[in-house]
């Protein structure tokens, strides 16, 4: 296995991340301006689910269903360039509070999904448990407070694995090629790690934003939780127990009012540094309306206390449930 790695970035910039790889391959269409020009992008694909956005686009688009080990089932994107094909499968996993929409969103000649596509790759989004794509279980209901009780290495223990296979079964591939942003990057590293007979199936791992080492992580609300890590109760009573920040159609539309594209100061685009860290200039705010239709996706509030100790800890490590618990 090769690893390919790109740093730099947070939980929420993969749409960012994406602008990297512009000048990879051929454009499918002119939908998309320069990184200098800004986006042309239509702010009601944040209305669309994946399927629809990119079936509007010309593409053709798979939704497929696989179960985890412990009983969650997840829901796996496949985007296809009309006859393009390399014979090559690729896998792209999403980022914390994000989804499979995260490849897509900034559109055509712009967008990774579409670039891999145009260069005729087999495609496969994945989507972790709890998102708006992954929200049922064999057994629990998503209302029930235990659904949530997983962090970023149950998704690589059990998503990212199960994923893989599925998609190698389908396809017939004995490997494949995996890019993760991200959570994606994290999830990806559990698994190599406890499950290193996984190593064997993957041709390349292409880390975007690596989020493993977190003592210098600058996003301000991963560092607010930090504060009150030795006091988990009330830091769950302040962002849910459950679930964190569920995906609602009403952000789209407060999005469209409050985010003007050429407004100096934008509301949304201080919500997005508050959670990602201040970045102005690697955002063009003409996708902000598109991406609060997508964004955020659902995740377990479980997941982002993981990631707050090991900003405090600076170790790779396991969920710390404390002395007692931990045995």
């Known amino acids: 296995m090769k690893l390919n790695v790109s740093n730099g970035g947070s939980c929420l910039s993969s749409v960012w991340l994406m602008l990297v790889l512009l000048a990879a391959g051929t454009h499918r269409t002119a939908f998309a301006r320069s990184v200098k020009g800004g986006f042309q992008v239509d702010s009601e694909d944040g209305r669309l689910s994946v399927p629809e956005l990119v079936s509007k686009y010309g593409y053709n688009v798979e939704e497929h269903t696989l179960k985890t080990d412990d009983g969650y089932r997840l829901t796996v994107h496949r985007v296809q360039s009309p006859g393009r094909t390399n014979g090559t499968v690729v896998l792209l996993m999403h980022g914390l509070l994000c989804s499979s929409a995260d490849w897509l969103m900034i559109g055509p000649g712009n967008a990774l999904g579409y670039l891999l596509a145009d260069q005729g790759y087999d495609v496969w989004l994945g989507n972790a ?71 064997d199936k993957i041709i390349q791992m292409n880390a975007l934003a690596p989020a493993v080492f977190m003592g210098n992580m600058k996003s301000p609300l991963l560092r607010f939780m930090t504060k009150f890590l030795k006091t988990l109760d009330i830091l769950l009573a302040m962002f849910g127990v459950g679930e964190f920040m569920p995906n609602q159609p009403i952000l789209h539309e407060i999005a469209k009012h409050i985010c003007p594209p050429n407004s100096t100061v934008n509301m949304c685009a201080h919500l997005l540094f508050l959670l990602a860290g201040y970045n102005p200039s690697q955002m063009d705010p003409a996708i902000l309306p598109v991406l609060f239709g997508h ?17 405090l800890s600076n170790r790779f490590e396991m969920y710390d449930y404390g002395k007692v618990k931990n045995v």
Do not use: C
């Open 295 to 311: 964004t955020p996706a659902g995740s377990a509030t479980k997941q982002l206390v993981h990631y707050a100790q090991e900003v």
């Open 129 to 199: 448990r709890g998102n708006r794509y992954s929200r049922h279980h064999d057994t629990i209901n998503p209302d029930n407070n235990s659904f949530w009780k997983f962090s970023w290495h149950e998704i690589g223990s059990y998503d990212i694995p199960a994923t893989i296979d599925y998609i190698l079964d389908h396809t017939g591939h004995r490997r494949l090629q995996y890019v993760g942003h991200s959570q994606g990057t994290t999830g990806f590293f559990v698994m190599a790690s406890t499950r290193p007979e996984y190593n």
